[in-house]
C-alpha cells in the first residue's frame, strides 16, 4: 500500500465551541446501536404493548361500539392514572429496556475500556462529564422512545379521541407524572447501565451481568417474600423499587406495603454510587494507563 | 518556545514520577527517552493538560498547563501508544469522529478525514471496518485521528511498536516528512533509539523522573564524551578500574571489545598511560563513531 498517496494540507477552517459537546458522542452511540444485530427488531418490538395501551384508550372512548367484547365489564378499559402506571411499569416494558441495555448500552464504556479509546476521547477538548453525558443521553434517547413519547401520546390521544379536556381537567398533573417517572426510568436505567458498562472490558459480561441483576433482584426478594412474608423484601428488587416510584407518582396504591421513599433512595443511591466510580474509572485510564 | 516547563514535580503519592523537570523546546522534531518509570508518559500527560503538576509551571504552545488544557488539546495530536479504536466503524467515520470531538464542524471534519487517510496512505481502506485493519494500518489510523484537526504540535508515544520492517519505515517517512515540511512540532517518545535518532535532530533524555540530558543529538554526541574501542592484551580488569577512577564508563563487549566512554576533559592518552601502568597491551584502538544508543547508555546508565 503506498504511503501518503496524497500531500498534506493544513485545515484553513476554525473550531467551534458547541454548545452540547456531548452530542457527537450520543449521536455515534445511537447509530452503532442500530447497526447492531437484532437491535431495530427488538427496539421497534418494545413499542408493541403501547399500540395495545393506544388500541385501549380508543375503545375506552367508544365503549358502546365495543360492548359485546367486554362481557359486561369496562373496569379494564378505565383510563385513568393507574392504566398509565400499568404500562409505564409493566414487567414486559422494564423487561425489554433490560434487553435493550444488554444489546445498545452494554458496550457503551466496555468496548471504550477494552479498544483503549479513552484516552483517545480525553486527548480532544472534552470534559469527562461531556463524556459521561454522551453515554447517558445515548440511554435516554433509547428510553425517552419507549416511555415518554408514548406516554404524551396517549395523553394527547385520549384527548382527541374524547373531543374534551375532561380528562386533563380530571387529573391535570398526568402529564408531569409521566415526564418525571419517565426521566426517572431514563436516569436510573443510564446509571445501572454505565455501572455494570464499566466494571469489564468484555461485553458479554457486562450483558450477562446487566440481566442477572435486574433478574435476580426479582428472585430474591421473591424467595424472601415468599419465607418472611415481609413486604420490605420489596427493597432488594429493581424492579420492586420502579415499581413503587411509579405507583407514587402516578398517585395509585403502591404494589407494597412499604414507604416509596426508601425506594426512591435506593434508587438514587444506586445511581450516586455509579457516578462515583465512573468518575474513578476515568481519572484512573488518565492516570495509570 | 513550544514547549517551556519550569520545575516541575509530580508525585504518585510516595512515588515520585518528575522531580524538578525544565524543557524548553522549539520547532523541529524531539526525542523524549528514558527507561521505563523515567516519567516518559507522565510528562506526556502532563503536556496534555490531563494532570496537574504538584509544583512548577510550563506552557505549551503559550497555552498555561494548569489553566487552558482545552486549548492545548485543540492545538495538539495525540497518537497513543497501544491500539484504540471503536469496533463497529470505519476508518473515515473514526478519524472524522475525532475531528469533531475536537472542535471541527461536522462536514469539514468528514471532509477533512478523507485527505488525512489518503495522506497517511488508508485512502483505499477508508470504508473498511476498524476490527478488520492490522497492527500498521492501526498505526496509521491512530497518526490520521491525530492529524485530522491539524495540530501544530504532535505528540507520539511509540509510533513504530509492533509494526514490521516495512510498516516501521513508512510511519517513520511519514513523520520526517511531518516534522520536517509540514510546520507541525513532534514529541515523539520512543524506546527504540535508532528510530529517534532517524527522525529527531533534538532529544531529551528522562532518567529517574529528572532530564538526564538535553539538547540537539549531534551536539550531545560531540560534547558529552569521546567513545573510543580498544582491544587489550593483558589483566584488563585493572585497566577498566583505573579507567572507571578517572571517570570514563567502561563496557565489554562479547567479543572482548572495550568501549571506553571517556569525558571531553581527559585526554586520550591517560588511556595509554593507563595500560603502561598496568602492563597491559593496547592492541588495537580507533575512535568510535557514537549513536544514539552510545549516548542513553552513558546518560542513563543502562545498556
Not at chain 1, 422494564?94 to 445498545?104: D, E, K
Not at chain 1, 440481566?211 to 415481609?230: E, K, P, T
Not at chain 2, 498547563?65 to 495530536?77: A, H, N, P, T, Y
Not at chain 2, 581527559?266 to 549516548?295: G, M, W
Amino acid at each position: 500500500m503506498p504511503i501518503a498517496e496524497k500531500g498534506y494540507a493544513h485545515w484553513q477552517g476554525k473550531f467551534i465551541d458547541r454548545k452540547f459537546a456531548w452530542w457527537p458522542i450520543t449521536r455515534l452511540a445511537v447509530r452503532q446501536a442500530f447497526k447492531k444485530k437484532g437491535f431495530k427488531f427488538v427496539f421497534f418490538g418494545s413499542l408493541i404493548p403501547a399500540f395495545f395501551y393506544l388500541a385501549g384508550i380508543y375503545i375506552s372512548e367508544r365503549l358502546e361500539d365495543f360492548k359485546f367484547m367486554m362481557k359486561g365489564t369496562n373496569r379494564f378499559l378505565e383510563v385513568n392514572p393507574a392504566y398509565f402506571r400499568t404500562y409505564f411499569t409493566g414487567d414486559f416494558l422494564l423487561f425489554m429496556i433490560v434487553i435493550i441495555m444488554v444489546i445498545g448500552g452494554a458496550g457503551l464504556i466496555a468496548d471504550d475500556l477494552k479498544y483503549n479509546a479513552l484516552q483517545l476521547y480525553f486527548a480532544r477538548p472534552l470534559h469527562k462529564k461531556d463524556y459521561f453525558l454522551g453515554k447517558v443521553f445515548t440511554v435516554f434517547f433509547f428510553l425517552m422512545f419507549l416511555t415518554l413519547v408514548p406516554g404524551l401520546i396517549f395523553i394527547i390521544m385520549k384527548l382527541v379521541f374524547a373531543g374534551n379536556f375532561k380528562f386533563l381537567a380530571t387529573y391535570p398533573w398526568l402529564p408531569v407524572s409521566v415526564i418525571l417517572f419517565s426521566l426517572a426510568l431514563a436516569l436510573f436505567f443510564s446509571f445501572y447501565t454505565l455501572l455494570v458498562s464499566s466494571l469489564s472490558k468484555n461485553r458479554r459480561y457486562v450483558s450477562i451481568l446487566l440481566i442477572l441483576i435486574y433478574i435476580f433482584s426479582d428472585v430474591f426478594f421473591g424467595i424472601f417474600y415468599g419465607i418472611f412474608h415481609n413486604p420490605y423484601f420489596a427493597l432488594i428488587s429493581i424492579k420492586g423499587n420502579l415499581q413503587q416510584v411509579g405507583a407514587a407518582l402516578f398517585k395509585v396504591k403502591a404494589p407494597y406495603d412499604v414507604p416509596w421513599l426508601y425506594s426512591f433512595l435506593i434508587l438514587l443511591a444506586i445511581c450516586i454510587l455509579s457516578g462515583f466510580i465512573l468518575k474513578k474509572k476515568a481519572r484512573g485510564v488518565e492516570v495509570i494507563k | 518556545m513550544n514547549i517551556e516547563l519550569k520545575s516541575i514535580h509530580f508525585n504518585y503519592g510516595k512515588i515520585t514520577a518528575l522531580d524538578g523537570v525544565d524543557l524548553q523546546l522549539a520547532e523541529g522534531a524531539c526525542g523524549l527517552l528514558g527507561p521505563n518509570g523515567a516519567g516518559k508518559s507522565t510528562l506526556l500527560r502532563i503536556l496534555l493538560g490531563f494532570l496537574r503538576p504538584d509544583r512548577g509551571d510550563g506552557r505549551v504552545l503559550g497555552y498555561d498547563i494548569r489553566q487552558e488544557q482545552f486549548l492545548i488539546r485543540r492545538s495538539v495530536g495525540y497518537m497513543p501508544e497501544g491500539d484504540c479504536l471503536i469496533p463497529g466503524m470505519d476508518g473515515v467515520t473514526f478519524t472524522a469522529y475525532f475531528g469533531e470531538l475536537s472542535g471541527m464542524p461536522r462536514q469539514e471534519a468528514m471532509k477533512r478525514a478523507h485527505d488525512v487517510l489518503f495522506y497517511v496512505g488508508l485512502g483505499e481502506s477508508r470504508y473498511r471496518l476498524l476490527e478488520t485493519y492490522s497492527a500498521g494500518m492501526k498505526q496509521r489510523l491512530k497518526l490520521a485521528q491525530a492529524l485530522v484537526h491539524d495540530p501544530k504540535l504532535l505528540f507520539l508515544d511509540e509510533p513504530t511498536s509492533n509494526l514490521d520492517p516495512q510498516g516501521r519505515n513508512e510511519i517513520l517517512e511519514l513523520i520526517k516528512d511531518i516534522s520536517s515540511k509540514k510546520s507541525i512540532q513532534v514529541l515523539i517518545s520512543s524506546h527504540i533509539l535508532p528510530d529517534i535518532e532517524y527522525t529527531c535532530s533534538y532529544v531529551v533524555i528522562l532518567n529517574k523522573g529528572k532530564v538526564a540530558a538535553q539538547g540537539a543529538i549531534s551536539a550531545l554526541k560531540e560534547i558529552q564524551y569521546s567513545l573510543y574501542e580498544i582491544k587489550a592484551k593483558g589483566e584488563t580488569e585493572r585497566l577498566v578500574r583505573k579507567l572507571e577512577e578517572k571517570g570514563c564508563k567502561v563496557e565489554e563487549t562479547e567479543d572482548q571489545l572495550l568501549k571506553v566512554y571517556m569525558p571531553t576533559n581527559l585526554d586520550r592518552k591517560e588511556i595509554f598511560r593507563l595500560a603502561d601502568q598496568e602492563k597491559v597491551q593496547i592492541r588495537y584502538f580507533v575512535k568510535s563513531q557514537t549513536s544514539l544508543e552510545d549516548l542513553f547508555a552513558q546518560t542513563v546508565g543502562v545498556d
